[in-house]
């Protein structure tokens, strides 16, 4: 089976004066998140979505499911943990009450990336169950600075060979399990990303081809420029 993965567990700190967490803001008649679960549940690849939701915010999320995909029974809510590995590994566990297959995979996407396409979720379903682990990502248009110290620049990386991650990311369920499991605490504390921890146990990581208008929605910035994305999107379909 596929099964979505969306990550929700965020608060929004970096949002500025906003009383809600950056997932939950609208983006034109939805909140951003419902944009995301949206695409994933009417892909025709993927089975089932799980959603990882920060505790305080379970029922604010379950009463949106409600509204906005009632009797939906692929769709699922669950407590996220403290960061984004412990997340995952939450949504990995509800996963296995519904399937014990090895070969399941699971598509992890950031709630606050509404523009995900449906070819970004098929190549990383092509990738991981072929290589076993993905990355979407796009090439680094910038000059990227390197410093250790924050203080000075250590080193500027060729910029030909440089990327910027976005999501999805996605892998076998089971080797997701091994590679956490395996992980030390100082290790877990350290290693904020699920590509990284593979990397740290010596398994290679894929490249899958994602684009500029799949953004993060992290700062107010961020957020003014997918309100005008999506107002230019509303507008083609009108035209």
Not at 45 to 68: A, F, S, T
Not at 86 to 104: A, M
Not at 112 to 136: E, H, Q, W
Not at 226 to 235: D, F, K, P, T, Y
């Amino acid at each position: 089976m596929i099964f979505g993965a969306i990550l929700a567990g965020g608060t929004g700190s970096r949002m500025g004066n906003y009383t809600l967490p950056k997932q939950f803001l609208p983006l034109g008649d939805m909140p951003i998140i419902i944009h995301v679960v949206e695409k994933f549940l009417v892909h025709p690849k993927i089975d089932c979505v799980v959603i990882g939701v920060n505790p305080e915010w379970h029922q604010y999320m379950l009463d949106l499911i409600e509204k906005y995909f009632p009797n939906q029974s692929n769709l699922l809510l669950v407590d996220g943990g403290t960061d984004r590995n412990s997340t995952i590994d939450h949504i990995i566990c509800e996963i296995r009450k519904h399937s014990q297959n090895d070969d399941d995979i699971i598509v992890t996407h950031d709630a606050v990336r509404p523009f995900v396409t449906v070819k970004m979720i098929s190549d990383n379903i092509t990738l991981a169950k072929k290589y076993g682990i993905c990355d979407t990502v796009i090439p680094a248009t910038d000059t990227i600075v390197y410093s250790e110290n924050h203080m000075y620049i250590t080193d500027i990386p060729i910029r030909k060979n440089v990327y910027q991650g976005q999501t999805p990311q996605s892998f076998q369920i089971k080797l997701f399990e091994d590679v956490y499991h395996a992980m030390t605490k100082e290790e877990l504390d350290t290693v904020t990303d699920a590509c990284k921890m593979f990397m740290l146990k010596g398994h290679q990581v894929y490249l899958t081809e994602g684009h500029v208008s799949n953004i993060k929605i992290t700062y107010a910035d961020d957020y003014k420029s997918a309100q005008i994305m999506l107002g230019s999107m509303n507008g083609e379909k009108m035209s």
